[in-house]
């Protein structure tokens, strides 16, 4: 039976196999020496995946990076991210919780304040896989009320077929943004220099990289931020916000 994009759902399967094996989500449970996530998103699981993912940006003349941020408003790390930001002109993409904009709609406003794009990352930051369609699509229509973009990431990158579709073969389509760099700051295991390193190693023109601005990540992301932002304006690369309309 043929799944959404054209792709059968022995593929879905597959992603989904793949996924589990390496607990491809934002937890504690890994063991052994596997990291529980990919710092950089392997090509081919990029092109396993439906068309409509976008995992990276088209490489432009003048070479630009995606710096995006998952899970805020948040009253400390927001602010911070948007400080770092100003103080190398970069614009960034804000994927954010509905219920934390209704808790921080005045955080919001700066973001969006500050010329940087804001996007919609559910109302209660579902799982998807673990989510029925109608109750995922009503908790994204939900935060659209309190955010308004037509992008979109999904938790832990997880969505199931009948998701996607819902989201995307719509008059007005989402644009699905995944990702190709993880910080990995919510990683309580690494040190800051790795996590610095995992953006800073993969990072390319093109690149979609996530940080959080969140309680969880703050350890991390406060510190790995400033060094990646300077890093990419040593390769003066622009940083620019994605299309979220
Ligand atoms: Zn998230």
């Not at 039976?1 to 759902?9: I, N």
């Not at 990276?56 to 995006?68: A, F, H, K, L, R």
């Not at 790995?224 to 622009?238: E, V």
């Amino acid at each position: 039976m043929a799944g959404q994009d054209g792709y059968s759902r022995e593929r879905w399967k597959k992603y989904k196999r793949l996924v589990e094996r390496h607990h491809f989500k934002i937890s504690g449970e890994a063991g052994g020496l596997m990291k529980p996530y990919w710092v950089k998103t392997p090509n081919w699981l990029k092109n396993t995946l439906p068309k409509s993912l976008i995992w990276d940006m088209p490489v432009t003349q003048t070479p630009s990076v995606y710096i995006t941020f998952d899970d805020g408003p948040h009253p400390i790390a927001t602010p911070f991210a948007l400080q770092q930001l100003d103080k190398y002109n970069a614009k960034a993409t804000f994927f954010c919780v509905g219920a934390n904009v209704e808790r921080y709609p005045e955080l919001f406003t700066e973001i969006k304040a500050r010329g940087h794009a804001v996007a919609n990352h559910t109302f209660n930051h579902l799982n998807g896989w673990k989510t029925d369609t109608s109750s995922y699509l009503d908790n994204v229509q939900i935060a659209d009320k309190f955010i308004g973009s037509r992008a979109f990431r999904p938790p832990y990158g997880k969505l199931t077929p009948a998701q996607l579709k819902g989201l995307t073969s719509i008059e007005n389509p989402m644009k699905i943004y995944m990702w190709d760099v993880l910080s990995a700051d919510f990683d309580q295991k690494i040190s800051i220099d790795e996590c610095v390193n995992n953006v800073v190693a993969h990072i390319q023109p093109g690149s979609i990289a996530l940080f959080h601005d969140s309680e969880k990540s703050w350890r991390l992301m406060s510190a790995a931020l400033p060094q990646t932002l300077a890093y990419c304006a040593k390769q003066n690369w622009q940083m620019l916000a994605l299309p979220v309309d």
